[in-house]
């Protein structure tokens, strides 16, 4: 989250928090779309879907390249998506997990 000068950083935490639960109180994929839809610009959900669509490729063990020439993710995206796969909070493994997707050896 970037700082934001009105707020100290435990208000911060709590509106991050707030959102958190926000997204938990949604019950199905429509539901979740039509959220995000509403709480995201055009281009940040585009960044996003970006972002969550390269975690099956690294998780597989393609090369950057690869994975940049099938989605069009820039390949600086895509390290950044493998550095927080592999150093980051664990969300993207654990949301990878759940769906099925293969995990890394």
Same mark, same amino acid.
């Given at each position: &989250?970037?700082?934001?000068?009105?707020?100290?950083? %435990?208000?911060?935490? $709590?509106?991050?928090?707030?959102?958190? @639960?926000?997204?938990?109180?949604?019950?199905?994929? @429509?539901?979740?779309? +039509?959220?995000?839809?509403?709480?995201?610009?055009? +281009?940040?959900?585009? *960044? &996003? +879907?970006? /972002?969550?669509? $390269?975690? /099956?490729?690294?998780? %597989?063990?393609?090369?950057?390249?690869?994975?940049?020439?099938?989605?069009? $993710?820039?390949?600086?995206?895509?390290?950044? $998506? =493998? /550095?927080?796969? =592999?150093?980051?909070?664990?969300?993207?493994?654990? +949301?990878?997990?759940?769906?099925? *997707?293969?995990? %890394?050896?």
């Amino acid at each position: &989250m970037k700082p934001h000068k009105d707020y100290s950083s %435990r208000q911060e935490s $709590v509106a991050e928090q707030r959102l958190a @639960e926000a997204l938990l109180t949604l019950r199905s994929v @429509e539901e979740c779309r +039509a959220f995000l839809r509403d709480l995201c610009t055009p +281009a940040e959900l585009q *960044a &996003m +879907a970006d /972002r969550w669509a $390269v975690v /099956r490729d690294l998780e %597989r063990g393609l090369p950057y390249r690869e994975i940049h020439g099938h989605t069009g $993710v820039s390949v600086t995206t895509i390290g950044r $998506v =493998a /550095r927080y796969l =592999a150093q980051g909070n664990g969300g993207y493994a654990l +949301a990878s997990k759940r769906l099925g *997707a293969p995990l %890394r050896g």
